[in-house]
């Protein structure tokens, strides 16, 4: 069971560590990302030496993020020494990917707003009213007294725009865009963001007509799913916003997309307009937020499709 941190614990344990690892969750979003390397950016301006991990491939869209390049994926076989392991934007430990078997640390510190935490480690700072884990940074930093710089800022509104659809989703409040205000002060470009964030690929573009044809509609078009088989998978290509077209379809209540990315492992995302997901999630030991939840399902494609879908289905019943 974690030891619940204030903000002000919580910026006290970062700077009291000397080296750290900033790990990331996997499949990797905007909002881990760029969360995890705002806190970078500000730790190493306080002489630390930090080590960033994420167990996953990171799309190349995020590729104009300031220091993304500075991420490593451990080998199994490593054995890497530290005196705090944070775990950024990551409610359950499989999350982490193979981080907490890697790195030999006293200690491990959680910063997180899924309301389905776990409580894995052994601090945690949570803020389940933060629309993105970059607005808890945000506040983080203000709280430890750390000057934001414009590469700070921009990975903060990167994390945060892409958690609330750009400012559409409803998670979106004022403290949001307060938030959001605030850093432009700093220097970010919010078309650079934009335009990096909505520009698709030609495979993107080729991927998606191809993903549409297996558009299929259940409950009386209350369920939409989409899915993409192993043989149409490429870590290269970023397809998180493919869930957006079934969502948007009028008179569906609940979009999924199973995306295969090995042979007995079944990625799969949620989205509703009301109903409550994370516990459909959670109860294959995934998690997430009530309206956009996500879990891993170690089976392939089709099998993945019939437990998930018989689970969302009875959510109708």
Request: some cysteine.
């Amino acid at each position: 069971m974690s030891k619940n941190c204030s903000l002000a614990e919580t910026g006290e344990l970062l700077k009291a560590a000397k080296k750290l690892v900033i790990v990331s969750h996997v499949s990797p979003d905007g909002d881990t990302l760029g969360s995890s390397l705002a806190l970078m950016h500000a730790l190493c301006m306080l002489g630390k030496e930090v080590i960033m991990n994420v167990d996953d491939d990171i799309s190349t869209v995020y590729s104009f993020l300031p220091g993304i390049a500075e991420y490593r994926r451990f080998a199994p076989e490593e054995s890497v020494d530290a005196d705090l392991l944070v775990i950024v934007d990551a409610s359950s430990a499989d999350r982490a990917g193979n981080a907490l078997d890697v790195v030999k640390s006293p200690a491990v510190l959680n910063i997180d707003h899924h309301k389905t935490n776990t409580r894995f480690a052994d601090y945690l700072y949570l803020d389940s009213d933060a629309a993105a884990t970059a607005e808890i940074i945000y506040s983080l930093l203000l709280e430890m007294g750390i000057k934001l710089t414009r590469d700070i800022a921009t990975c903060i509104y990167e994390g945060i725009y892409t958690d609330t659809g750009s400012f559409k989703y409803s998670n979106t409040t004022s403290r949001t865009l307060k938030t959001a205000a605030a850093l432009l002060n700093y220097g970010v470009n919010p078309s650079l963001i934009s335009d990096n964030m909505e520009l698709k690929s030609r495979s993107q573009v080729e991927m998606l007509r191809k993903v549409l044809e297996t558009l299929t509609f259940l409950k009386d078009g209350k369920i939409a799913y989409i899915e993409i088989p192993l043989e149409l998978y490429d870590h290269n290509v970023e397809t998180d916003t493919f869930i957006s077209y079934p969502r948007y379809v009028e008179g569906v209540e609940i979009a999924l997309l199973f995306k295969q990315v090995e042979a007995n492992l079944t990625r799969v995302s949620f989205r509703s307009k009301e109903i409550d997901v994370a516990k459909v999630a959670l109860s294959f030991g995934g998690g997430g937020h009530k309206k956009a939840s996500g879990c891993s399902i170690y089976a392939p494609l089709k099998e993945a499709e019939k437990v998930i879908l018989e689970a969302v289905g009875e959510l109708f019943i």
